[in-house]
């Protein structure tokens, strides 16, 4: 079974930085990808970063340039760090990450952290 434990959410102003955090139970070199969502009041969960295991990186168009995705596979950690923050980022933000193929597919995810950028 794997754990994912999110930190960093928080309260910030328009145009602040915040990073979080997702750390897991064990290690993380053997994800297929690592990646953040996000849900804002009254709307559906969406992707906003993701992170293959070969590097390769996708983001959101609403935050293409703001966010970034990266990873320490020595500290099982996966982190987004978010500059430039809008009121439109204000949401609950999820890490996930999958393993196996197939029949053994599984999908993990943290409880979430609530991120509130106020104007």
């Known amino acids: 079974q794997v754990q994912l434990v999110e930190f960093g959410g928080g309260l910030v102003q328009a145009g602040g930085s915040l990073r979080l955090s997702c750390a897991a139970s064990?290690?993380?070199?053997?994800?297929?990808?690592m990646g953040w969502y996000r849900q804002a009041p009254g709307k559906q969960r969406e992707l906003v970063a993701a992170m293959l295991s070969g590097g390769r990186t996708n983001y959101a168009d609403s935050v293409k340039g703001r966010f970034t995705i990266s990873r320490d596979n020595a500290k099982n950690t996966v982190y987004l760090q978010m500059s430039s923050l809008k009121p439109e980022d204000t949401g609950v933000y999820y890490c996930?990450?999958?393993?196996?193929?197939?029949?053994?597919?599984?999908?993990?995810w943290g409880q979430g952290t609530q991120v509130t950028v106020s104007s």
């Open positions: 064990r290690t993380i070199f053997m994800f297929n990808a």
């Open positions: 996930n990450a999958n393993e196996g193929s197939g029949w053994t597919l599984r999908d993990y």
